[in-house]
């Protein structure tokens, strides 16, 4: 165990909430101000951010209670969701989602800040309150101790982390090179859905699912966290991860609030869809994750045969499928595709025998994906590892 002190953030960091100009007045949008959202941090390859879809105008900066962060500002968004954390490389501000640090560079190091977050982000989770989705106030961050090592420390901790981070990131390069393969092999036998230029028939995505079964949302209201032993599992956009469903970090409800929910029970042979903040994301339930229950941001769609569950996988992955998500959002909070919406998704049907010879293209990617998928999750547990240790300090 380390003696190093504990410091509150507000003592070696000084907080910044975020804030939104108002979307009716044109003068305030489309300037030079990069202006982040949770969502800019979810879609992140890496730790740092240099740019935003969105900026605004120094006059939409003037009209709210945003502030410009200077770079090397650690971005942490306390709301929808709790835990996603960046460095900045550029001034920028952000929307009121986030409470972000500027590090006392003589206190802390950003890096060694950002690692502190990500390390703890269930610790953060559970700090946050609220009715419609969780939020962590400013007080409460300011009073959030972390240990602090001296700076030197600090730095060599960090170094070592980002090394082993970007073993993990080459792994998932790897793994998003072989999603690039399955939308080839879609393109090849089946076209662009847009055009649909084999003359496939076009039906709803809702006409496709069980004829005793409907396309639905999860648990709105999860609960604390509970032990594996006592907890049902629960899925959430975050657990959505290279096409299939991440077992490690699940969050655990109580069995309870579960038996509310058993229309979102998955059976193991659903589809899953992302739709609330990261719109889109696509995993396939296996058997694995049979009896886990799903969050409100996750959509099951449970397919009927013989609709063939890998064909349908990659079609909700195609550009012409994002754009219509996209086309189709409603934002309230945050980003929402509704059930109706997503269920009137066109979908190009090609015959069975075409999604079956698919499928079986699509094996030999498969056995790569599961061969990259345990060495990632083999890297995941050694950065695990590295991480405990370093804040006890025993690296």
Request: hydrophobic content about 40%.
């Amino acid at each position: 165990m380390s003696g190093w002190p504990k410091v509150r953030l507000e003592d070696c960091a000084e907080i910044v909430s975020g804030a939104t100009p108002s979307t009716s007045e044109a003068a305030y949008w489309n300037g030079d101000i990069c202006w982040a959202t949770p969502k800019d941090l979810s879609e992140l390859e890496g730790a740092y951010i240099s740019d935003t879809p969105r900026k605004i105008t120094r006059l939409g900066l003037q009209s709210c209670a945003a502030t410009i962060l200077p770079p090397e500002s650690v971005l942490f968004s306390s709301r929808a969701p709790i835990g996603h954390v960046a460095i900045n490389t550029v001034p920028m501000a952000t929307n009121q989602g986030f409470k972000s640090f500027v590090p006392n560079g003589d206190r802390v190091h950003a890096k060694f800040l950002y690692h502190w977050l990500r390390r703890n982000r269930p610790y953060l989770e559970s700090l946050g309150n609220g009715a419609t989705f969780k939020e962590v106030s400013k007080a409460v961050v300011s009073r959030i101790e972390i240990p602090l090592p001296p700076i030197a420390e600090q730095r060599r901790i960090s170094e070592i982390l980002d090394k082993a981070e970007a073993l993990r990131a080459k792994r998932q390069a790897a793994l998003a090179q072989l999603d690039t393969l399955t939308q080839s092999i879609f393109l090849d036998m089946f076209g662009d859905p847009s055009t649909n230029p084999h003359g496939f028939p076009r039906r709803p995505l809702a006409s496709l699912v069980r004829e005793d079964d409907t396309i639905n949302y999860g648990v709105v209201q999860p609960g604390d966290d509970l032990d594996e032993d006592e907890g049902v599992p629960l899925v959430r956009v975050g657990d959505l991860i290279g096409g299939r469903v991440r077992h490690s970090e699940l969050k655990r409800i109580a069995p309870s609030i579960e038996a509310a929910y058993k229309r979102s029970r998955l059976r193991g042979d659903e589809i899953l869809v992302s739709c609330v903040g990261s719109i889109g994301v696509v995993a396939l339930a296996d058997e694995s994750v049979k009896g886990f229950n799903v969050a409100r941001a996750v959509a099951r769609v449970p397919l009927a045969l013989p609709t063939n569950r890998q064909f349908m996988g990659a079609y909700l992955r195609t550009d012409f499928v994002q754009r219509y998500f996209t086309s189709e959002l409603r934002t309230v909070s945050q980003p929402t595709l509704n059930i109706k919406q997503l269920a009137e998704t066109p979908v190009v049907v090609p015959p069975i025998e075409l999604q079956q010879e698919f499928a079986s293209r699509l094996t030999g990617v498969e056995k790569l994906r599961t061969a990259e998928g345990t060495s990632l999750r083999n890297l995941s547990a050694l950065f695990a590892a590295l991480q405990h240790r370093a804040f006890q300090g025993e690296l």
